[in-house]
């Protein structure tokens, strides 16, 4: 047993560290593939062959959507699987370790043990939603002053593509970013539908992708772009409002549950403490 701890937490950091070594994004790749006009392909790692036969297609096409919409373009499906198994490999050895060395009842300890295990191992997955909530909730408090401000410039006379390229420095965080990289296509030769429609895609935020239907509506009917930028970022804007309102709405019942453990103790103490340590000092 002794001897199987280092080795799993060496095999666990050499997942680890095999995970962390960044590849192409397919974004890159695309882009690059249009600069040159041919598609390049690097070359396959084989663990990375050998975790995509492990998962299911299904499921590698989930984790690969969620890295899309989590920014993570330079981490792959194979790359979570190792981070995975690492995390698992991690939690069995720190099981080992509290096996070894806490005296507890056995029950206890093999609760312990795989908590610790499916713990580390769900970590990464934890992590990526956390990272993807993270993201749309970045886009969707930048996207109503970005309209506005596109919406503003388009009105001064500039044409959609300008005013993008102008109000993207406003835009902070994934927003922008995504704007940046719509631009880049743009100018690559795609058209603005379709880079607009691959960036919703790629945030798959529900604020964003309303925007870009917008946008290709109103260039297929001829109406006034401007106008209807401006009524996207007022109708965005009340939205997190309501959100906002929701959420703050569901906080009394959300604070149930903490008073009750935390509160309700302390407030028993201080009422009946003082009672009950005269009644025993009388006997």
């Not at 050895?93 to 009842?105: D, I």
């Not at 945030?203 to 260039?219: D, G, H, K, P, W």
Request: hydrophobic share 55%.
């Amino acid at each position: 047993m002794l001897l199987l701890i280092p080795i799993l937490g060496a095999l666990s950091a050499f997942l680890f560290a095999i995970s962390l070594i960044p590849v192409k994004s397919p974004l890159a790749e695309r882009l690059e593939a249009l600069r040159v006009a041919k598609t390049l392909a690097g070359p396959a790692n084989s663990t990375a062959r050998a975790f995509e036969l492990i998962f299911s297609k299904e499921r590698r096409g989930q984790l690969a959507q969620q890295l899309v919409e989590a920014g993570w373009y330079t981490v792959t499906p194979a790359q979570m699987g190792l981070r995975v198994v690492g995390g698992a490999c991690l939690g069995v050895a720190l099981a080992l370790v509290a096996l070894h060395s806490l005296h507890l009842p056995f029950a206890v300890l093999a609760l312990l043990c795989a908590l610790l295990v499916v713990g580390l191992a769900y970590a990464p997955i934890i992590l990526l939603n956390g990272a993807i909530e993270a993201r749309k909730a970045a886009v969707q408090r930048a996207l109503p002053d970005f309209l506005d401000m596109v919406a503003t410039t388009v009105q001064a006379g500039l044409s959609l593509n300008a005013a993008l390229a102008y109000a993207v420095d406003a835009a902070p965080g994934p927003l922008g970013s995504e704007i940046k990289e719509a631009l880049s296509e743009m100018r690559l030769g795609r058209s603005r539908v379709d880079a607009l429609k691959a960036a919703a895609f790629r945030v798959n935020q529900q604020e964003f992708s309303t925007t870009v239907t917008a946008i290709t509506q109103s260039e297929r009917m001829g109406t006034n772009i401007a106008a209807v930028l401006s009524e996207v970022a007022e109708d965005t804007r009340n939205h997190r409002i309501l959100l906002l309102e929701e959420r703050a709405a569901k906080l009394p019942v959300q604070m149930t549950m903490p008073m009750a453990f935390f509160l309700l103790p302390a407030i028993f103490v201080v009422i009946f403490g003082a009672a009950a340590a005269n009644y025993f000092a009388s006997r």
